[in-house]
Structures are given as C-alpha cells and as structure tokens.
C-alpha cells in the first residue's frame, strides 16, 4: 500500500517541479524572458531550486528504471526524453540566471581608493635644480638631457616608493556580496550535478573576463604589441612602466588574488579544481596582457638611459614573484607562473647587458672639442651622476653583476683599451669592479681628450678638475666610496695632485726663471756685480709673462671653490716669496736708474691681489692694476 | 588522393642547384680568402642551404590531407627551430665577420625582422586560446549528444538537442571573422530562426558579450594587424647581390634564406591560426637557384590556393582543424534544426556518425593544441636569445668610427 503512495508522491512532486520550469522558459513566453527570478522573486528563486531538486531526482530515477527494463518500455524512454528536455529548459534558465546575477554584480574595481592619493602628484625636479653647479654650456647637451633624465629617475622613484604600501602584499577584496555568491553557489551546484559544468565555466569567465577588462582600462593596462613598444619614445615609456609597476600590484595582489577569492568560495564546495578552471578561464588572457607589457620592455633596445627603470621594474617583478607564485599555484596556471620567471631573468639580463654597453659607450665617447677652461667634461658628470645612481640600486645590482668586467688582457696591446690590476682589487664582489672599471676608462678617455688642448697647463688642469670631481662624488655617495674603496679613492686623489703639480710645473717654473740670480752679476766689475740692462730685462720679462699668465688663467676654470682656494694658494706661496726676496735684493738697482716704475710694476701686494683672479672663468677687463701706487 | 602531390609537381625541381648561388660558388672560390677560414665556413653554409631545404622537401612532401594540419604546423615549427639553431651556430663562428660592413647592417636587418615575428608569435598563442574556446563549445555538443559518459543507453531527446544548439549558436558567433561579423549574425538568425526569437535582456548582454570577449581575448590593440606585421617582416627582403656575397664571405646567404625562412613561417601560422586581420598578400620573390625556393614557393602556393577555396574564403584560419570544426558543427547545426521527434533511427545514426567525426576533431585538438602553443613559445624564446646574443656581441665589439 505504502509504495503507489509514494509513487504518486513523487510523480505529483515532479509534475508541480515541471510547471515551475516550464513556467520559466524563456523561449515560450514573453514573461519568462523579461523577469529573471532571482532578480525579482526570493522565494520564487528557492521554488524553483527545489523543482530542478525534483527534476534531477527524477532524471536519476528514470535512468535507473530504463536501465532495469532494458530500453523494451517504450514509456519509460519517453519518460526519460521529457525530463532531460526539462532539464535542458531548467538548465538553460539557470545559465541566465546565473549570468545575470554575475553581470549584476560586476563592476570594475574601485582602483582609485586603492592608490594612496599622493601617488598623482610626483614631483618633477625643475629644470634649474638639475643643472647643478654647471655654468658652462657646450656642444654636447645631449649629456645634460641624459644627466636630467636620471636625476628625475631618482626623484620620482624616491616619491613612489612610499604609495605602494596599500599594495605591498596580497589583500582580497570581496567582489561580490555574500548573498549573491551563495545564489551563484546554489545554481553551480545545480549546473555541474546535472553535466553542464562547461556552460558553468563558460559563463563564469566570459562575465568576469570583461570585468577584469574594465578594471584593466581603469589602471590604465594598455594592450600594446612589441613593436608599439619598441617605436614609443623612452620618455613615455617610462611614465608607462612607472604605471604598470602600480597597475601589476593591484592587478596580482588585489585583483587576481580577489578573483581568485571569488572562484574559491563558489565553487570550492562543488568539486576539486573546478575553482582552478574557472580562475584561470578568468584570468589567463588579462595575466597574458598584463605580462605582455613587461616582456617587451625586457627585450626593448638596450641603452643606457633605460637602466634604471628596467631594475625598477625587476625590482618591482621580483618583489611581486613570490605573490604571482601564492595566487598562481595551480598546475593549470603553471605558464603564467613561468612567464614572470622568464621575463625577470630576461631584465636581469637587460640591466647586465645595459651596463656592459655603457661601459663601451664611455669608452668610445668621440666628442674631440675640448671643454674651455679646462672644467669638468659633461661626460665626466654624466658618468659620475651615472654611476652614483647605480650604487642607490647596489641591492639589486650586486645580485645581478656576478661576473668581472671584460677588460684589458684580451686587448692587450691594443692602444685603445685601458688594462686595470685586479691583483690590487682582490674581495670586491663584481659589481664594485664594475665601477670601478667605469672609472679607469672614463680616466682614459679624458687623457685621450687631454690631448686636445693646445697649452699643456691645461691639460693638466683639465684633469685634475675632472678627476677631483670623480673623487668628490665618490666621496659624497657613502654606497660608492663603499664600492671603490679607500685604496682605489688615495690612487685617484694622488692623480689629481699630481695633475695639479704638473699643472705649476708647466706654468710656473718658466716664470720663476725669471727671478734667479744667476745671469745678473757681472763678473770682473768690481764696483757694482750686477748688470742693470740684465736686471732690466727680468723684470720685462717676468712682468709679460705674469701678465700673459694671468690673462688666459683667469679664463680658466677650476669650479670646485676648495680646490680653486688651494691651488691659488700654492701658487701665491712659489710665487710671492721668491718675487718678494728677487725685489729685496735688487729693487735699489732699478730704483737707482731712470724710470723705476717701468721695470718694477707691481708690488708684492698687486700678485697676491692678481692670483686671486686665477680660475674664475672670467676675462680680466683690464691689465693687472697697480694697487699701491 | 595522392600520397604525395608534391613529388608530382615539383620533380623537375629536386635536380636545380644542388649546389649554392652559383655566384658564390664561383666568385668566392675565385676570392683569395682575406677573411680566414673560408673552406669551413663554405662548407657550413651549404650545410646549411641543404638543411633548410630538406626541411622544407619534408614539409612540402605531405599529402594534402595533412598541409595545415595541426601535426604539420608543428613540423613546421620544428623545422623552424632547426633552422633557427644552425644559423645561430653560423654566425657564432663568424663573430668577426659579422661585426663588419656589410655584415653589420644585413644582421641588424635581421633582427629587426625578427622583433616583428615576436609579435606574430603573440598574436598566434592568442588565436591558439581562441581555438581552444570554441574546443569547449564543441566539447558541449559532444557532452550533450554523445553517449560517452552515461553509463546507460540514452535516446536523443528534444533537451539534448536544444543544449547542443545553444553550444553551436555560440561557436557559430565566436567563429565569425570580424569583417563579416554583422552580415553573419543575421545569417545566424535565419539558420537558427526558430530558436531564437528570444529578447531577453540577458541574452541579449551574452551575445554582446561574445563579440565583446573576441576583443577581449586579443592582447594587442585594435589596430593590429597580421597583415601588416607580414608585410613589415617581409619589407627589403631580398636576395644579396653577387658583391654582397663576396663581402660577407657567403654569409649574406644564409642571412637571406634566414629572412625567407622566418618571413614564410610567420605567414603560414597566420595562414593557419585566427588572429588580428589576417592577410595572406605576401609575396615571395625567392630567386630559383635557392634549393630551398622550391619546396617554399610551392607550399606558398598551395596553402594560398587553400585560402581561395569555396569554402575556405571566409575562414578564420586555414588549420585543418578548424574546418573539420566548422563543417562538423555546420552539419550538426543543420541537423539540429531539421530533427523531429521522436528521432528516426536514420537520423539518430546520422547524428552519430557527426558526433563521431566531431569526437575525431576534439581528440585532435587534445592531442596538439598544447605543444602548439609551447611550441610557438619556444619559437619566441629562441628568437629573442639569438637577437640578445646578437646585440650584446655588437655592443661589445662595435666601433663607432
């Protein structure tokens, strides 16, 4: 008696279940496709759960009778025909509804709340603040445009740093709110329990792919190829990578780990791996795009300029690895995982290669015209501000450098490569004889371009100034002077000394030639033993070649203040001295004669006043003046 | 069918030079070598014209059942892999040489045109990922019309139909090229009239949304163009002049059959996968004394043949595959549409036998559509190494002046 009941139970169950459906296919009535219900009809959405419920036990049912009775009861295939049809409705309508609520609850992210506000406004260093000291302009202002870029590198890096702390690590956030994922929840079961796991999956990702699309435009992802890459102007690329290491944080530390998130919690208790499939149908394509950007920077012409932008965004990459890593765990999305990998060696190797072409680029630097006044080379500043910037990424650049420079011994012989010692260099990792290789050849090449001055006192001044400034940046930078080394820091302090040693010898001792005594006395006159027309004749000559001196070597230009003060002092304490005890001893025999005042010029005073217009860069207007008379 | 047309074909072909550019041949011997190691390095680049041609012998030499297919693509990309290798090793031998004038501007050439290929290579793992979306709308149709995963005998039903249907519609859309795309759409709702009067704003949004997800699943913009980029790798592609061999010592050769090899190769994937504004308008003006020129210049002809066929016109991509999808999801759509039911056994074992060609193309589709796209990968990888290689030891050896 008990089992018609139940029989009829069940089918009286169905029948109602089956009029729900059927009430909501949407391609038999007009009302079905306008409303959706879980949209408009909470409890209407819970009826007609419970009527796929119905139908699916049902559909389990038949296949059991067919499957007893063998296929011969016509009534039974009829039976199972009807409710896979219904099925296939119930189906249908939940793919619907299931987009629906996807696409109603999927709007970009909000990035903007995600910045730290400060971000928008880097300051860009102005344009007098870069020029530094540098009064001198010359021909090669493509040096000075380089020097600005880097210096804004440093800037702009020194702002940013501080605004990624909103996404230094992974952080969630809901996509969806609580009752949406258990309806989607809800109809996933439903889907994948009934075979159409794929629909389930197709849906899914085509909704949240476009989602991701907007939040894409929002963090200003662009889709570039590699040639759009490889044709845009540096200038704007760097503000493009500047915004990609911003936009890839949020996009691996948010945006795909929220997604990833979403995909766990609805369909993590239907069954293993469904979650992966989805987040990854979901994000493989924006993962591609994302990374596509990155890639064509790390095979992007190498140039020196780009270095530090590239290490930045190493810097940033091997910073998010570990994160691409958490959220891209699956074996499915093994490529992505690998792609980071690849493209972060593939900088690393820029940033190596980069280096060892600027090394080269240092040493064949052509420009032949010297630099009047014998200051420092714009190459000299370039390289120096160069290298100081790669000592601020020396973290980085000690992992990377690990193999010596390419130096002397292969070319030795060869007139045009420098050879340095590493025997005196030994325990100095890599990157430190880099530099310090950097060094040796932009040394060689200023020897090469000493050449070019006509006057050989500026040569050796030249030098000196190009060289005491490489100490002083050297000296400035705690990183560098680390680096290089005190050994390496008194080799180049003793360069420049000795510079400016050679620099009084070539001048100066012509001069003081003039003030010895030998020549003056005339032997076998015994009345007076000097020769006034020879006494005459000195002071002529040392008074137009002090003259001569101080002309041009006011012109001159040593632009460090300290060294300017010290080298003027030691020309005062050879000069002052040795003109001070020459007039002592014979200025009574010019004075005796005609015409003193043409012969003894100027005091003592009047040098000392006249070395302090060495070195300023300055014409003199007038002949030295005559202070005390 | 014959088993290997291209025999037929080209047997008069197989005995033309045999040897290199008969300029070299006789120019270089006549050059007292200034260079050094002009014997080896001779030896090695006729190796490698003979390399590069066997390769292309072998491909060439498929039944035309197989051409674009996707075990063929990926010979095809295997023979590139070769190619790409020994060259490397070329120039590897001949770091000297190559730092020199002519040398030095007809690599630079060299590598510009493979910077290009990197983006066709982009362009190709995303209409690879394409496939495999309409692999699963496929995969669908078999789900809902095979009978591989119930465990009992399942009639075919007015529900199963319908699911397969939604499927085709979807794959019908996804696989329209871009051009055509409107045109199409209303073909679509002529063939699928019946079903789909639906105005549902949801639906209306899906089939939005499939157009919407092509343009997602590009990663370049817009505005790129398959065609273009050919064009652009294929710019300036010329063979060297007799005083251009002399200079190099041979080496402009394989410079331009590498040139030849990377422009073709590039072009046959773009024949064959969907992408970006797709155009085959290449021209290939490979001097005949080239060994390799005949086993490329006829595949080209071939495969632009394939592209004129009837039925090919408007295709998105030439892939063998690719037709077998859109004929067997066209017939199945057909048959979806003019079943009544119950089904008769005529046509339920007709729908079986589709369901079986379409369970043909999917395993397919398994078997290779992933090592493709490592593969096309690999292709990247390798032509960014030898350009970095090359590059650096420019750098490090390059005079200004």
């Not at chain 1, 009829?8 to 089956?18: C, H, L, V």
């Not at chain 1, 119930?90 to 909000?110: G, P």
């Not at chain 2, 001779?42 to 075990?71: N, T, Y």
């Not at chain 2, 002049?241 to 010592?249: H, Q």
Request: charged share 25%; proline share 3%.
């Amino acid at each position: 008696m008990e089992l018609p009941e139940n029989l009829n139970k069940d089918s009286n169950g169905y029948e109602s279940a089956e009029k729900i459906i059927l009430r909501w296919d949407s391609t038999a009535s007009e009302d079905a496709r306008e409303r959706m219900i879980f949209e408009t009809d909470r409890q209407e959405a819970d009826l007609y759960l419970q009527a796929v419920d119905e139908i699916q036990r049902s559909l389990s049912n038949v296949s059991i009778s067919t499957s007893s009775n063998a296929g011969k009861n016509a009534n039974a295939v009829d039976d199972q025909s009807k409710v896979n049809t219904t099925i296939q409705i119930a189906m249908a309508r939940l793919e619907d509804e299931f987009r629906n609520i996807l696409i109603t609850h999927s709007s970009a992210l909000e990035t903007d709340s995600l910045f730290d506000p400060s971000s928008s406004s880097i300051s860009t260093p102005s344009h007098h603040e870069l020029e530094e000291d540098d009064t001198l302009s010359n021909d090669d202002s493509s040096h000075h445009d380089l020097l600005q870029l880097q210096l804004q590198l440093q800037h702009c890096e020194s702002s940013d740093s501080s605004t990624y702390r909103s996404t230094s690590s992974i952080r969630e956030v809901d996509l969806m709110p609580s009752e949406a994922i258990c309806d989607l929840q809800a109809i996933a079961m439903r889907m994948i329990s009934s075979g159409y796991l794929r629909e389930c999956i197709q849906v899914y990702g085509s909704v949240r792919k476009s989602a991701i699309d907007s939040s894409f435009r929002k963090l200003g992802i662009e889709k570039l190829s590699i040639g759009d890459v490889q044709r845009l102007e540096w200038e704007a690329l760097e503000s493009k990578i500047r915004r990609w290491i911003r936009a890839a944080k949020v996009c691996v530390r948010i945006l795909f780990a929220s997604e990833k998130k979403l995909c766990e919690q609805i369909f993590e208790c239907v069954g293993t791996d469904i979650d992966d499939a989805c987040f990854m149908e979901t994000v493989k394509g924006p993962a591609i795009q994302l990374f596509n950007f990155a890639e064509a920077i790390s095979i992007s012409r190498r140039s020196p300029e780009k270095l530090f932008k590239i290490l930045d965004l190493h810097d940033a990459l091997m910073d998010l690895l570990p994160d691409i890593e958490a959220v891209f765990d699956s074996k499915s999305s093994d490529s992505i995982r690998v792609q980071a990998a690849e493209i972060l060696s593939r900088l690393a190797e820029a940033a190596r290669g980069i280096l060892s072409e600027f090394e080269s680029a240092v040493l064949r630097e052509p420009s032949r015209v010297p630099v009047p006044g014998g200051t420092i080379h714009p190459l000299t500043r370039y390289v120096m501000n160069y290298i100081s910037l790669i000592s601020d990424y020396k973290q980085t650049l000690i992992e990377l450098i690990i193999s010596k420079p390419s130096t002397g011994s292969r070319y030795s012989g060869d007139q045009t490569t420098p050879d340095m010692e590493f025997a005196e260099l030994e325990g100095k990792t890599p990157l430190a004889l880099h530099l310090i290789w950097i060094i040796v050849v932009l040394q060689f090449n200023l020897d090469g371009k000493s050449k070019h001055y006509r006057d050989a006192s500026l040569a050796h001044l030249f030098i000196m100034n190009n060289v005491h400034y490489i100490v002083q940046k050297v000296k400035g930078s705690p990183e560098l002077r680390e680096m290089i080394g005190d050994d390496y820091l008194r080799k180049l302090t003793g360069k420049f000394r000795q510079a400016a040693t050679s620099y009084q010898r070539a001048t100066w001792v012509s001069v003081l030639y003039c003030l010895r005594d030998e020549g003056l006395h005339v032997s076998g006159s015994f009345s007076s033993g000097v020769s006034k027309s020879a006494l005459r004749e000195r002071f002529k000559t040392f008074n137009a070649m002090f003259e001569e001196v101080h002309r041009t070597q006011a012109t001159w230009l040593i632009p460090d203040t300290q060294l300017r003060e010290e080298l003027r002092i030691s020309i005062s304490e050879k000069v002052i001295p040795a003109y001070r005890s020459f007039l002592g001893r014979f200025r009574s025999h010019i004075e005796s004669g005609r015409h003193p005042e043409n012969y003894i010029k100027y005091s003592v005073e009047d040098l000392e006043t006249a070395v302090l217009d060495f070195f300023e860069g300055y014409p003199v207007s007038q002949h030295l003046r005559k202070r005390s008379q | 069918m014959p088993a290997t047309d291209y025999q037929g074909t080209s047997s008069p072909l197989t005995n033309i030079g045999r040897s290199l550019l008969p300029v070299r041949r006789d120019q270089v011997h006549a050059m007292e070598s200034p260079i050094g190691g002009s014997a080896s390095n001779e030896a090695e680049i006729e190796s490698f014209q003979r390399r590069v041609a066997d390769g292309f012998h072998e491909l060439a030499s498929v039944p035309s059942d197989e051409l674009l297919s996707l075990p063929w693509v990926r010979k095809l990309l295997d023979v590139f892999l070769c190619c790409q290798e020994e060259f490397r090793v070329i120039l590897f031998n001949n770091i000297a040489l190559v730092k020199k004038s002519p040398m030095d501007r007809l690599i630079a050439d060299f590598y510009e045109r493979t910077v290009k290929a990197l983006d066709v290579c982009n362009a190709i793992r995303d209409g690879i990922e394409q496939i495999r979306q309409w692999q699963k709308l496929l995969e669908i149709v078999l789900c809902a019309l095979g009978d591989s995963n119930a465990g009992y005998q399942r009639s075919l039903g007015e529900g199963q139909f319908r699911r397969a249907r939604k499927a085709l519609i979807d794959l019908a859309i996804g696989m329209l090229d871009e051009k055509d795309s409107g045109q199409a759409l209303a073909h679509r709702n002529r063939s699928f009239g019946r079903h789909n009067t639906s105005g549902s704003h949801s639906k209306d949004h899906h089939h939005r949304s499939l157009g919407h997800f092509r343009s997602l699943s590009w990663s370049v913009s817009r505005s790129w163009s398959a065609a273009r980029q050919l064009q652009a790798i294929g710019n300036n592609l010329a063979a060297p002049r007799g005083n251009e061999v002399l200079a190099t010592n041979g080496l402009a050769v394989p410079v331009y059959t590498m040139g030849s090899v990377l422009l073709f190769v590039m072009w046959a994937l773009v024949a064959a996968i969907p992408c970006q504004d797709r155009g085959l308008q290449v021209h290939f003006n490979v001097p005949r004394q080239f060994l390799w020129s005949s086993p490329i210049l006829w595949l080209h002809e071939r495969i632009l043949e394939e592209s004129k066929k009837r039925d090919r016109k408007n295709a998105c991509g030439l892939l063998r595959e690719i037709y077998q999808m859109e004929k067997c999801s066209r017939l199945l759509g057909e048959l979806a549409d003019s079943v009544q039911f119950p089904l008769s056994e005529d046509k339920e074992s007709e729908v079986k036998q589709r369901v079986k060609e379409l369970e043909q193309v999917l395993d397919a589709l398994k078997e290779d559509l992933e090592p493709l796209e490592k593969q096309v990968r690999e292709v990247f990888h390798r032509i960014v190494r030898s350009r970095t290689e090359g590059l650096d030891s420019f750098a490090r050896g390059h005079n200004p002046e």
